[in-house]
């Protein structure tokens, strides 16, 4: 069980050690909130209590108990409980893009709204989800659950990114010059010239585009490559400098208000 800075707060992460893509996730937050992260995979799940509160595309959303959370592999968002004394629960699967392609036969899956309101369909991902959690060692029993989970949710799959998700797709060259310079300073200048806009024209349009700031966004990059390098097995020192934060006390604390775990405990727990 991970420890949060409150002890209200409890989340569980796990990897089954014979499917790479796949980091599976338990949370009950009354506390904690989270600030803007990413994950890089599709984060498909279901609130089973509660209702969460988190900022998606530039705009504020509840996602409360029996509906389901649908979050594309590039969308920055918050979270936090919206009921002051009840707890946000939720279950979540994070899936590769290509492994969600290899299971899904389809190319180009794409979610327009993070909270679908199926209380069945809710139901049956968090059944899925938590059959899962407890069939990690059973590989047949994992994998045909997994393709369960990606069947149950087909429904609400766009094929074919929408108009926003393309407009957004103008700044992919800025993204991997972020990608490839986590490591350094990067300033407003750099990455307007990468875009090929006036600094000030790259930034409004930047964040109208992908609903944060370029260095929020940088950020829940960095952030994002940690988890990685951690889930590798590095030490968080390491990591720290490989992603461009100053030392192993910053990567520790933007770690935990992003994921709500210290760097530290989030590679333990991933080993168990």
Partial sequence: MLQFEHASDQAQYRRPAHRAGVELYHASILRHRFEPHLHEAFGLGAIT?????????????????AT?????????????????????????????????????????????????HDAASAARVAALIAGLWEARDDGLAFDSRLLQLVQ???????IGRPARAEAGMRFAPVLDFMRTHLEQKLTLEQLAAVAGLSPFHFLRSFKAQLGATPQQQLMALRLFEAKRLLGLGQAPAEVAAAVGLTDQAHLTRAFAQRYGVTPGRYREQLRR
């Fill in 68 to 116: 389901l959370m649908l979050m594309n592999p590039a969308d920055i968002h918050t979270g936090q409980t919206e009921i002051v004394d009840q707890a946000w629960g939720y279950r979540m699967a994070y899936l590769d893009e290509a492994l969600l392609q290899e299971l899904s036969g389809e190319r180009d899956w794409w979610f327009d709204a993070a909270v679908a």
């Fill in 152 to 158: 149950a949710l087909r429904p609400h799959v766009r």
């Fill in 49 to 65: 209590a509660g209702v969460g509160r988190f900022r998606w595309r530039g705009a504020e959303h509840l996602a409360p108990r």
